[in-house]
Nanobody, 122 residues
Framework: QVQLVESGGGLVQAGGSLRLSCAAS????????MGWFRQAPGKEREFVAA???????HYADSVKGRFTISRDNAKNTVYLQMNSLKPEDTAVYYC????????????????WGQGTQVTVSS
């Protein structure tokens, strides 16, 4: 069993930055693929970024060049550095932990956090 707790969300002006953190319980954190997804009101949950146990990273086209995902296995934590934020980035951001598969698919992830709200004002 893995428990995930996100933090770092908030209100920021367009062009600003935020860093999200996701702290995980459990001794096998380093073996999981960790992903960030987001869900805006009335929309489906969408893929943002993922990092495999090999540290290979994947990004949605909409965030490439602006967001960076990283992990610290010693701290059981995954981060999402978000720069040049846009109003369309406004959503609840969720952290997921999963295994092998297509990292862009929510079904790959076995565990989810409760989410953290990110609001970008224009």
């Amino acid at each position: 069993q893995v428990q995930l707790v996100e933090s770092g969300g908030g209100l920021v002006q367009a062009g600003g930055s935020l860093r999200l953190s996701c702290a995980a319980s459990g001794r096998t954190f380093s073996s999981y693929t960790m992903g960030w997804f987001r869900q805006a009101p009335g929309k489906e949950r969408e893929f943002v970024a993922a990092i495999k146990w090999t540290s290979t990273t994947h990004y949605a086209d909409s965030v490439k060049g602006r967001f960076t995902i990283s992990r610290d296995n010693a701290k059981n934590t995954v981060y999402l550095q978000m720069n040049s934020l846009k109003p369309e980035d406004t959503a609840v951001y969720y952290c997921g932990a999963g295994g092998a598969g297509i990292v862009e698919m929510p079904s790959v992830y076995d565990y989810w956090g409760q989410g953290t709200q990110v609001t970008v004002s224009s």
